[in-house]
Protein backbone atom coordinates (compact mmCIF):
# COMPACT_ATOMS: atom_id res chain seq x y z
CA UNK A 1 0.00 0.00 0.00
CA UNK A 2 1.16 3.29 -1.00
CA UNK A 3 3.14 5.74 1.74
CA UNK A 4 4.03 9.16 2.21
CA UNK A 5 7.21 7.92 0.88
CA UNK A 6 6.57 5.97 -1.86
CA UNK A 7 6.37 7.58 -5.51
CA UNK A 8 2.81 8.88 -7.16
CA UNK A 9 1.44 6.27 -9.81
CA UNK A 10 0.79 7.47 -13.45
CA UNK A 11 -0.99 6.10 -16.42
CA UNK A 12 0.85 7.42 -19.34
CA UNK A 13 0.51 4.92 -21.51
CA UNK A 14 -2.67 4.94 -23.94
CA UNK A 15 -2.41 0.92 -24.60
CA UNK A 16 -2.68 -0.20 -20.75
CA UNK A 17 -4.28 3.04 -18.92
CA UNK A 18 -7.60 1.46 -19.22
CA UNK A 19 -6.49 -1.68 -17.80
CA UNK A 20 -3.97 -0.22 -14.92
CA UNK A 21 -6.73 2.14 -13.81
CA UNK A 22 -8.99 -0.42 -13.01
CA UNK A 23 -6.13 -2.83 -11.34
CA UNK A 24 -5.09 0.12 -9.09
CA UNK A 25 -8.00 0.31 -7.53
CA UNK A 26 -8.58 -3.36 -6.90
CA UNK A 27 -5.36 -3.96 -5.39
CA UNK A 28 -5.61 -0.82 -3.22
CA UNK A 29 -8.90 -2.32 -1.82
CA UNK A 30 -7.56 -5.79 -1.59
CA UNK A 31 -4.59 -4.37 0.27
CA UNK A 32 -6.81 -2.58 2.78
CA UNK A 33 -8.76 -5.95 3.15
CA UNK A 34 -5.32 -7.68 3.78
CA UNK A 35 -4.64 -5.07 6.58
CA UNK A 36 -7.87 -4.22 8.40
CA UNK A 37 -6.50 -4.82 11.76
CA UNK A 38 -3.42 -2.85 11.51
CA UNK A 39 -3.00 0.68 12.10
CA UNK A 40 -1.53 1.62 8.83
CA UNK A 41 -4.52 0.70 7.07
CA UNK A 42 -6.33 2.93 9.12
CA UNK A 43 -4.18 5.52 7.91
CA UNK A 44 -4.30 4.89 4.33
CA UNK A 45 -8.34 4.92 4.91
CA UNK A 46 -8.23 8.46 6.45
CA UNK A 47 -5.95 9.68 3.32
CA UNK A 48 -8.95 8.54 0.84
CA UNK A 49 -11.57 10.34 3.57
CA UNK A 50 -9.47 13.22 3.20
CA UNK A 51 -9.55 13.57 -0.57
CA UNK A 52 -13.13 12.25 -0.92
CA UNK A 53 -13.90 15.57 1.46
CA UNK A 54 -12.04 17.79 -1.52
CA UNK A 55 -14.44 15.94 -4.30
CA UNK A 56 -17.19 14.47 -2.65
CA UNK A 57 -18.85 14.77 -5.56
CA UNK A 58 -17.02 12.00 -6.86
CA UNK A 59 -17.27 8.52 -6.84
CA UNK A 60 -15.44 6.37 -4.63
CA UNK A 61 -13.05 5.02 -7.31
CA UNK A 62 -12.69 8.44 -9.03
CA UNK A 63 -11.29 9.84 -5.46
CA UNK A 64 -8.98 6.61 -5.43
CA UNK A 65 -7.34 7.19 -8.57
CA UNK A 66 -6.55 10.86 -7.49
CA UNK A 67 -5.43 9.32 -4.14
CA UNK A 68 -2.62 6.92 -6.15
CA UNK A 69 -1.44 10.09 -8.62
CA UNK A 70 -1.64 13.40 -6.85
CA UNK A 71 -2.88 12.69 -2.97
CA UNK A 72 -2.81 16.45 -2.65
CA UNK A 73 -4.85 17.48 -5.37
CA UNK A 74 -7.79 19.92 -4.21
CA UNK A 75 -9.50 20.93 -7.43
CA UNK A 76 -9.25 19.26 -10.57
CA UNK A 77 -10.92 20.31 -14.15
CA UNK A 78 -10.03 19.24 -17.60
CA UNK A 79 -7.22 21.20 -19.77
CA UNK A 80 -10.07 23.26 -21.37
CA UNK A 81 -12.63 23.86 -18.55
CA UNK A 82 -9.25 25.86 -16.44
CA UNK A 83 -8.85 27.45 -19.88
CA UNK A 84 -12.37 28.68 -20.51
CA UNK A 85 -14.16 28.98 -17.12
CA UNK A 86 -11.48 29.89 -15.27
CA UNK A 87 -9.04 31.56 -17.23
CA UNK A 88 -6.58 29.54 -15.86
CA UNK A 89 -3.65 27.60 -18.20
CA UNK A 90 -2.07 24.16 -17.67
CA UNK A 91 1.70 24.45 -16.77
CA UNK A 92 3.92 23.51 -18.96
CA UNK A 93 5.39 20.13 -19.11
CA UNK A 94 2.71 18.76 -16.47
CA UNK A 95 1.24 15.37 -16.66
CA UNK A 96 -2.70 14.55 -16.00
CA UNK A 97 -4.68 12.89 -13.48
CA UNK A 98 -6.51 10.05 -15.05
CA UNK A 99 -10.29 9.30 -14.10
CA UNK A 100 -12.67 7.92 -14.83
CA UNK A 101 -15.46 9.87 -17.26
CA UNK A 102 -19.09 8.90 -18.31
CA UNK A 103 -20.12 7.86 -22.09
CA UNK A 104 -23.22 9.85 -22.75
CA UNK A 105 -24.57 9.11 -26.33
CA UNK A 106 -28.04 7.82 -27.83
CA UNK A 107 -28.72 4.07 -26.41
CA UNK A 108 -30.93 1.17 -27.19
CA UNK A 109 -33.88 0.69 -25.45
CA UNK A 110 -34.04 -2.91 -25.07
CA UNK A 111 -30.23 -3.27 -24.39
CA UNK A 112 -29.03 -0.22 -23.50
CA UNK A 113 -26.04 0.15 -25.74
CA UNK A 114 -24.46 2.42 -27.56
CA UNK A 115 -25.61 2.28 -31.72
CA UNK A 116 -22.26 0.88 -31.92
CA UNK A 117 -21.88 -1.71 -29.53
CA UNK A 118 -25.47 -2.32 -30.62
CA UNK A 119 -24.59 -3.21 -33.70
CA UNK A 120 -21.97 -5.72 -33.00
CA UNK A 121 -24.67 -7.32 -30.21
CA UNK A 122 -27.41 -10.38 -30.40
CA UNK A 123 -30.01 -7.56 -29.76
CA UNK A 124 -32.86 -7.26 -32.31
CA UNK A 125 -34.41 -4.27 -31.68
CA UNK A 126 -35.25 -2.33 -34.32
CA UNK A 127 -38.67 -0.54 -33.60
CA UNK A 128 -36.97 2.95 -34.26
CA UNK A 129 -33.67 4.47 -35.56
CA UNK A 130 -30.84 4.97 -33.68
CA UNK A 131 -30.66 8.77 -33.93
CA UNK A 132 -34.34 8.79 -32.34
CA UNK A 133 -33.08 6.82 -29.54
CA UNK A 134 -33.46 8.78 -25.92
CA UNK A 135 -29.59 9.57 -24.35
CA UNK A 136 -28.30 7.52 -21.43
CA UNK A 137 -25.01 6.32 -19.92
CA UNK A 138 -23.16 3.49 -21.71
CA UNK A 139 -19.99 3.02 -20.22
CA UNK A 140 -16.73 5.14 -18.87
CA UNK A 141 -13.41 6.03 -20.44
CA UNK A 142 -10.80 7.24 -18.89
CA UNK A 143 -10.36 11.30 -19.49
CA UNK A 144 -7.86 13.87 -18.58
CA UNK A 145 -7.92 16.30 -15.64
CA UNK A 146 -5.21 18.66 -13.91
CA UNK A 147 -5.31 20.06 -10.01
CA UNK A 148 -5.31 23.86 -9.41
CA UNK A 149 -1.52 23.24 -8.60
CA UNK A 150 -0.54 22.28 -11.72
CA UNK A 151 -2.30 25.60 -13.31
CA UNK A 152 -1.82 29.11 -13.23
CA UNK A 153 -3.60 32.26 -14.32
CA UNK A 154 -6.46 34.20 -12.02
CA UNK A 155 -7.07 33.16 -8.61
CA UNK A 156 -9.96 31.35 -7.29
CA UNK A 157 -11.26 33.00 -4.51
CA UNK A 158 -14.10 30.82 -3.73
CA UNK A 159 -12.01 27.56 -2.58
CA UNK A 160 -11.35 28.98 0.52
CA UNK A 161 -13.65 27.66 3.56
CA UNK A 162 -14.46 28.51 7.04
CA UNK A 163 -11.58 28.89 9.67
CA UNK A 164 -10.95 25.27 11.13
CA UNK A 165 -13.56 24.79 14.27
CA UNK A 166 -15.92 27.53 13.19
CA UNK A 167 -19.40 25.63 12.37
CA UNK A 168 -21.15 29.36 11.75
CA UNK A 169 -24.33 28.35 11.31
CA UNK A 170 -24.20 24.67 10.32
CA UNK A 171 -25.86 23.29 12.94
CA UNK A 172 -29.04 25.33 12.07
CA UNK A 173 -28.57 24.23 8.37
CA UNK A 174 -28.62 21.04 9.30
CA UNK A 175 -31.77 20.90 11.35
CA UNK A 176 -33.54 22.69 8.91
CA UNK A 177 -32.57 19.95 6.59
CA UNK A 178 -33.70 16.90 8.24
CA UNK A 179 -36.83 16.67 6.78
CA UNK A 180 -35.07 16.45 3.22
CA UNK A 181 -32.65 13.56 4.72
CA UNK A 182 -35.74 11.51 5.51
CA UNK A 183 -34.83 12.10 8.93
CA UNK A 184 -36.42 13.99 12.64
CA UNK A 185 -33.95 15.75 14.84
CA UNK A 186 -34.02 16.90 18.19
CA UNK A 187 -31.24 18.90 20.13
CA UNK A 188 -31.70 17.63 23.96
CA UNK A 189 -30.59 20.26 26.46
CA UNK A 190 -27.40 18.57 28.65
CA UNK A 191 -29.46 18.67 31.72
CA UNK A 192 -32.21 16.53 30.23
CA UNK A 193 -29.72 13.90 28.05
CA UNK A 194 -30.69 10.67 29.35
CA UNK A 195 -28.41 8.09 27.31
CA UNK A 196 -24.96 8.81 29.47
CA UNK A 197 -21.84 9.09 27.29
CA UNK A 198 -23.47 9.35 24.03
CA UNK A 199 -23.47 12.28 22.34
CA UNK A 200 -26.32 11.13 20.05
CA UNK A 201 -28.51 8.41 19.30
CA UNK A 202 -30.67 7.02 16.32
CA UNK A 203 -32.34 4.11 17.29
CA UNK A 204 -35.77 4.49 16.63
CA UNK A 205 -38.88 5.83 14.41
CA UNK A 206 -40.56 9.06 15.01
CA UNK A 207 -44.02 8.39 16.28
CA UNK A 208 -44.97 11.40 14.04
CA UNK A 209 -44.13 10.95 10.95
CA UNK A 210 -42.29 7.88 11.28
CA UNK A 211 -38.69 8.92 10.08
CA UNK A 212 -35.74 7.50 11.55
CA UNK A 213 -35.47 10.17 15.09
CA UNK A 214 -31.93 11.69 15.42
CA UNK A 215 -31.65 12.83 19.17
CA UNK A 216 -28.41 14.54 19.98
CA UNK A 217 -26.93 16.11 23.24
CA UNK A 218 -26.94 19.79 23.44
CA UNK A 219 -23.35 21.51 23.97
CA UNK A 220 -21.43 24.97 23.58
CA UNK A 221 -19.15 23.89 20.94
CA UNK A 222 -21.32 24.25 17.75
CA UNK A 223 -18.63 22.17 15.49
CA UNK A 224 -19.21 18.97 17.65
CA UNK A 225 -22.78 19.22 17.62
CA UNK A 226 -22.80 19.79 14.16
CA UNK A 227 -20.30 16.78 13.57
CA UNK A 228 -22.60 14.58 15.97
CA UNK A 229 -25.92 15.35 13.80
CA UNK A 230 -23.74 14.57 10.41
CA UNK A 231 -22.57 11.66 12.64
CA UNK A 232 -26.57 10.13 13.72
CA UNK A 233 -27.69 11.37 9.95
CA UNK A 234 -25.42 8.90 8.32
CA UNK A 235 -26.84 6.41 10.77
CA UNK A 236 -30.17 6.67 9.48
CA UNK A 237 -29.31 7.28 5.77
CA UNK A 238 -26.59 3.92 6.40
CA UNK A 239 -28.27 1.80 8.53
CA UNK A 240 -31.43 2.57 10.39
CA UNK A 241 -33.06 -0.81 9.35
CA UNK A 242 -30.00 -3.32 9.78
CA UNK A 243 -31.05 -5.68 12.63
CA UNK A 244 -27.22 -7.51 12.58
CA UNK A 245 -25.53 -6.47 15.67
CA UNK A 246 -22.08 -7.31 13.53
CA UNK A 247 -22.88 -5.45 10.98
CA UNK A 248 -24.22 -2.65 13.21
CA UNK A 249 -20.65 -1.69 14.41
CA UNK A 250 -19.23 -2.34 11.04
CA UNK A 251 -21.34 0.44 9.92
CA UNK A 252 -20.46 2.34 12.68
CA UNK A 253 -17.10 2.97 10.63
CA UNK A 254 -18.80 3.75 7.91
CA UNK A 255 -20.53 6.61 10.19
CA UNK A 256 -17.90 8.12 11.37
CA UNK A 257 -16.48 8.12 7.83
CA UNK A 258 -19.30 10.68 6.76
CA UNK A 259 -19.20 12.72 9.46
CA UNK A 260 -15.68 13.12 8.88
CA UNK A 261 -15.82 13.99 4.93
CA UNK A 262 -18.56 16.02 5.24
CA UNK A 263 -17.19 17.83 8.62
CA UNK A 264 -14.12 18.18 6.64
CA UNK A 265 -15.76 19.63 3.60
CA UNK A 266 -17.81 22.52 5.82
CA UNK A 267 -14.56 23.29 7.26
CA UNK A 268 -14.82 21.37 11.11
CA UNK A 269 -11.63 20.09 11.93
CA UNK A 270 -12.26 15.97 11.99
CA UNK A 271 -8.35 15.10 12.92
CA UNK A 272 -9.13 13.33 16.14
CA UNK A 273 -12.16 10.97 14.47
CA UNK A 274 -10.81 7.38 15.03
CA UNK A 275 -11.60 4.10 12.17
CA UNK A 276 -11.18 0.92 14.03
CA UNK A 277 -10.88 -0.68 10.61
CA UNK A 278 -10.14 -4.15 12.20
CA UNK A 279 -14.37 -4.48 12.28
CA UNK A 280 -14.85 -5.19 8.90
CA UNK A 281 -11.89 -7.92 8.65
CA UNK A 282 -14.10 -10.71 7.72
CA UNK A 283 -15.31 -9.00 4.54
CA UNK A 284 -14.24 -9.91 1.45
CA UNK A 285 -12.97 -6.66 -1.07
CA UNK A 286 -16.37 -6.98 -2.90
CA UNK A 287 -18.15 -5.78 0.67
CA UNK A 288 -15.72 -3.30 1.51
CA UNK A 289 -16.16 -1.79 -2.00
CA UNK A 290 -19.91 -1.32 -0.73
CA UNK A 291 -18.74 0.30 2.32
CA UNK A 292 -16.69 2.84 0.29
CA UNK A 293 -19.66 3.68 -2.39
CA UNK A 294 -22.05 3.53 0.45
CA UNK A 295 -19.68 6.44 2.26
CA UNK A 296 -18.92 8.48 -1.28
CA UNK A 297 -22.85 8.25 -1.27
CA UNK A 298 -24.43 8.80 1.95
CA UNK A 299 -21.36 12.30 2.53
CA UNK A 300 -22.58 13.51 -1.41
CA UNK A 301 -26.69 13.29 -0.13
CA UNK A 302 -25.50 15.15 2.89
CA UNK A 303 -23.47 17.87 1.57
CA UNK A 304 -25.95 18.60 -1.54
CA UNK A 305 -28.83 18.99 0.49
CA UNK A 306 -26.77 21.92 2.68
CA UNK A 307 -25.57 23.24 -0.33
CA UNK A 308 -29.13 23.20 -1.64
CA UNK A 309 -30.33 25.31 1.02
CA UNK A 310 -27.54 27.86 0.75
Known amino acids: MMTASESSVSFEETDTRHDEMHSTIEDWIDELVADVDEAKASAEFQKWLDVQSRFHDYSYRNTLLIKRQCPEATRVAGYRTWQEEFDRHVTEGESAIWIWAPIITNQCPECENSPSYHKSSDCEYDETPPEEWSEGLVGFKPAPVFDISQTEGE???????????????????LTDASDELGVTVQIIPADEWTHGEAKGICEQLSLVDMQPRVEVRGRKNDADLARTLIHEYAHALLHFDVDDDTERSKREVEAEAVAYVVGRYCGLDTSGSAFYLAAWESDDPEVVRERLGRISTSAQEVIDTLEARE
Open 155 to 173: PLPDLDTEATGDAGDLVGQ
